[in-house]
């Protein structure tokens, strides 16, 4: 791990005057990685990023241990549910993310955010890079991002 490497969160955080506390950890690369966080899954935000036609970025995250429902994500949207396409790695690294370290913590206008309701507390995060996870509360990350969308990401739908 390379600890000269500061995640971009960091910089989007002390610009908003939002408390945040960083946790180094192996890096984190999949679902089944999780463990290796040392981190408590319950209380985590997992964030999947989206590329939609009209060239939009998307971060949807929903509680760590929940499933997201394709169909419910689209509607808040305002799009097909097949307009919703996994976001490139050079997509997220223009935003100074890394496949492994995606969060929510983005304040870029051209990205949209979408918050599960079900997200609340304090939470763990990406933070960018795999390797750091960042702990937030749940109503500083929509606060960063103004346009940010909530809604029920993971209930019964079509999803």
Known sequence: ????????AVAVLDRAGVAYRLHHHPPVRTESDL????????????TLAFCLPDDRLVLAAIPGPARLRYGNLARLLGVPRSALRSAAPDRLAALGMEPGGVGPVCDDPAVQLV????LTGTLFCGSGLP???VEVAAEDLALLSPGALVGDL????DG
Do not use: F, Q, W, Y
């Open 154 to 157: 993971c209930g019964d739908g």
């Open 35 to 46: 463990h290796l966080t040392g981190l408590d899954v319950e209380t985590s935000a997992k």
């Open 1 to 8: 791990m390379n600890s000269a490497r500061v995640p971009m």
């Open 115 to 118: 918050l599960d309701s079900r």
């Open 131 to 133: 390797e750091i996870s």
